[in-house]
């Protein structure tokens, strides 16, 4: 095969998340040294020094997940028959892998203790993982320019794609903090009662997360159907720029409140001032609604058919 046909993004995708598999049957052979090294958890190690059949079992899921995704990578490059849901699939592995990568850097601010006892390895691995995920999203982003996989009629936008791509991040750190607990509430803003209420096992905060990130994860299926990687959605045009209203509004309008009256969102998204949290949810949301507004424009007429 002419390699020069072929999506490179993909195939360094594949061939890495074939590696990290390979990497994990490593350990399944080299025992509770490997482990601590890939950054498993003292359950696990205990497992394998104790000869009970979770990690192994563990690591066979996870090395079986990684082959998953480079089976998907190598199908979008074209190498093997096309899978089924093939760009829901790289979607989805891309965010998955990003978010995996940035999540570290909003612990080391606001939590760094977390990350001292392992922290060269943490940061290296993180950017892997980031490295790789990039590597997915821009095979997809490639896939654009190759109408002969899809029959369904796209156009490249790289801003409606990143935008969309944050709105999924945004929505699966969402969910995360389902399953996080407490501390990946007050991480992601969440007021103290809410935190509280996850402490005590109510359902609340479990809604909340959940309509929250189906409102992003319906914002970045209008991006997507906006450039043709999913089918056409009701009211394209009008949705696409609601969410980008929204989005900049929410970037502008927060911090300015902030100053005039600290206290008006405490009860809402558990700030009494302007801090570094605020600064950084606010400049995503800009961003982002930017990248909605600038890829709406630039799409505009084709929107229309």
């Known amino acids: 095969m002419d ?13 890495s998340a074939f590696l990290g598999g390979l990497l994990h049957i490593a350990s399944l052979i080299g025992g509770s040294e490997w482990f601590a090294f890939l950054g498993a958890p003292t359950w696990a190690i205990e497992s394998v020094r104790n000869g009970t059949w979770i990690a192994p079992v563990g690591g066979l899921i996870i090395t079986g997940l990684m082959w998953l995704c480079s089976i998907y990578a190598f199908s979008g490059a074209g190498f093997l028959p096309k899978v089924p849901l093939l760009r ?4 989805s592995i891309a965010c998955v892998c990003i978010l995996r990568g940035l999540i570290l850097v909003p612990f080391v601010i606001f939590n760094p203790n977390l990350f001292i006892p392992r922290g060269t390895f ?3 691995a993180s950017l892997i993982w980031l490295a790789i995920g990039m590597a997915f999203a821009l095979g997809v982003q490639g896939l654009l320019v190759a109408p002969e996989r899809f029959a369904v ?11 969309g791509l944050v709105a ?6 969402h969910v995360a903090a389902i399953f996080g607990g407490p501390t990946w509430y007050s991480f992601i803003g969440a007021p103290d009662g809410l935190a509280q209420m996850a402490r005590l096992g109510l359902l609340y905060p479990v809604v909340a997360c959940l309509v929250i990130a189906a409102f992003l994860f319906l914002c970045a299926s209008y991006a997507f159907s906006a450039i043709g990687l999913i089918r056409r959605l009701p009211f394209l045009r009008t949705g696409l720029t609601l969410i980008a209203i929204g989005l900049i509004c929410r970037g502008i309008g927060f911090i300015p409140l ?3 009256r600290p206290s008006l969102f405490a009860g809402v998204c558990n700030c009494v001032g302007v801090d570094s949290l ?12 930017t990248g909605y507004a600038i890829g709406t424009k630039k799409s505009w007429g084709r929107l229309e058919k």
């Not at 390699?3 to 061939?15: E, S």
């Not at 009629?153 to 935008?163: A, G, I, P, R």
């Not at 999924?168 to 750190?173: F, H, K, N």
């Open 122 to 124: 943490n940061i290296i």
């Open 168 to 173: 999924i991040l945004g929505g699966l750190l």
């Open 153 to 163: 009629q796209k156009e490249k936008n790289n801003y409606l794609f990143l935008s």
């Open 3 to 15: 390699l020069n046909n072929k999506n490179v993004w993909l195939v360094l995708a594949g061939i």
């Open 258 to 260: 902030m100053i005039v």
């Open 88 to 91: 829901t699939g790289l979607f």
């Open 278 to 289: 605020l600064i950084i949810t606010s400049a995503v949301c800009l961003a982002t609604g």
